[in-house]
Structures are given as structure tokens and as C-alpha cells.
């Protein structure tokens, strides 16, 4: 059973567009959730993060914004770059401050920008 | 600053054969260590972390384990590996407490043939 699930799988979008990145949850308890950027052969990085008792969280040109009624959440990626292509990732997790810390991952969306 | 070395780049193995990865962190104290799997084109899956020194918790079976033997230091390993076992591993950190932002290293690609 996939907890976290992402939408569209692939998207792309061009130059200077904003792109929408979808991601919803089945798991109320779920409480923090880091979306992470992920080149080819390369780990994924952390871009940025909101807690379930924010709606909007921006930094730089990516803001997510977080619906805690309908468990759903977006990351906007405003003026997309080709070198925003990548694959991005939300993950989801009920055990923040605890001892584990235990992440779980959606399925990502393969984002290209074409110039 | 801290800094996060996985080795070895990539490994390419026969089945059957034992594998050991090692994950390093430099510039933190006592820091949360985790492993992860990646299938080619997959989601990431957590499968083991450790908050302090000699302790290991698994999140999933997948024939592998893990140990802390320095603070600083994360070993994935296994005896006999299996073809499901290729993908591409990847260790991360994060600071203890409530600091829930987990940072990964390069990461490891494994072929099992």
C-alpha cells in the first residue's frame, strides 16, 4: 500500500513556467514533509520542508503549499530552469523529534524544463 | 561543515557474493545515521537507522544488515547477496532530537550479476 502518492509520474513544462508538483497521503498522522531533488546518479537533496501546522511555506522560487483537510500538498517550482530538471520527491513523516525519524517516500515525478 | 562519504563509488557483484558499504560523517557529533534503497527509477526505502553507537534498528528485511561501530560511521552489509539486492544505496543523517531534516550522502551503486 502506497502511503504517499505523487502525481503527474512526469511533467514537462517550459522555461521560465511554473511547475506544479502534486503529492497527497493517506496517514493523518503524518506531520512533516521534505520534498528532495534528485539528480541522475546523484542522492537526493533536501530543497524544503513544511509541518502540518503550516498551509504555505516558501523559500527562494519552490513553495508548497499543504492542505491538512484533504491530506494533499503541491511544490511550485516558479520560472522552472533547465537545470530544474530533475526528479523530485515528497516524503511523509508521523515521527518528528522522535527516536527514528522514519521517512516514507512517494513515487516522484521526473520534472523536465525545456528551454 | 559537515560532510557525508559513502565508498565505494559502485561495486559490481557476483550472486552469492558478501557485501560490505560504508558511510562516513564528518563535522557532526552523534548524528542519526540512516540507510536507504533505491531501485533503478524507484522510490527511496528506508531500511535501517541508528541513533547512537552500537545500535541498529531495521525497518525492512531485505537479507541485509547494518552496524554502528563509531560514531561516525555506518556499515550496510551482507553474507550472500541476491540479485534483487542491485539498486543504489544511499546512507543519510540527520541531527538528533527535534531536527527531522535527513541530508543524504553520494551514494553507492550495486550490480549483483
Known amino acids: 500500500q502506497q502511503q504517499v502518492r505523487q502525481s503527474p509520474q512526469s511533467l514537462t513544462v517550459w522555461e521560465g513556467e511554473t511547475a506544479i508538483l502534486n503529492c497527497s497521503y493517506e496517514?493523518?498522522?503524518?506531520?512533516?514533509f521534505p520534498w528532495y531533488q534528485q539528480f541522475p546518479g546523484e542522492g537526493p537533496a533536501l530543497l524544503i520542508a513544511?509541518?502540518?501546522?503550516?498551509d504555505k511555506k516558501e523559500d527562494g522560487g519552490f513553495t508548497i503549499f499543504f492542505n491538512k483537510r484533504e491530506k494533499n500538498l503541491s511544490l511550485h517550482i516558479k520560472d522552472s530552469q533547465p537545470g530544474d530538471s530533475a526528479t523530485y520527491f515528497c516524503?511523509?513523516?508521523?515521527?518528528?523529534?522522535?527516536?527514528?525519524?522514519?521517512?516514507?517516500f512517494g513515487t516522484g515525478t521526473l520534472l523536465s524544463v525545456k528551454p | 561543515a559537515q560532510t557525508i562519504h559513502q565508498w565505494p563509488v559502485a561495486e559490481i557483484k557476483a550472486v552469492g557474493s558478501p557485501l560490505s558499504l560504508g558511510c562516513t560523517i564528518k563535522g557532526k557529533s552523534s548524528p542519526n545515521l540512516y540507510w536507504y534503497w533505491q531501485a533503478t527509477g524507484g522510490t527511496l526505502q528506508q531500511l535501517f537507522y541508528s541513533i547512537t553507537v552500537g545500535q541498529v534498528e531495521s525497518v525492512v528485511q531485505l537479507n541485509l544488515s547494518a552496524s554502528r561501530p563509531k560514531d561516525d560511521q555506518f556499515i550496510l552489509s551482507t553474507e550472500k547477496l541476491l540479485l534483487s539486492h542491485s539498486g543504489f544505496y544511499l546512507c543519510a543523517w540527520s541531527l538528533g532530537g527535534n531536527y527531522a531534516e535527513q541530508f543524504f550522502g553520494p551514494g553507492t551503486r550495486l550490480t549483483v550479476l
Open positions: 516524503a511523509a513523516s508521523d515521527d518528528y523529534g522522535g527516536s527514528g525519524n522514519k521517512l516514507i
Open positions: 496517514n493523518s498522522a503524518f506531520d512533516y
Open positions: 513544511i509541518r502540518s501546522v503550516s
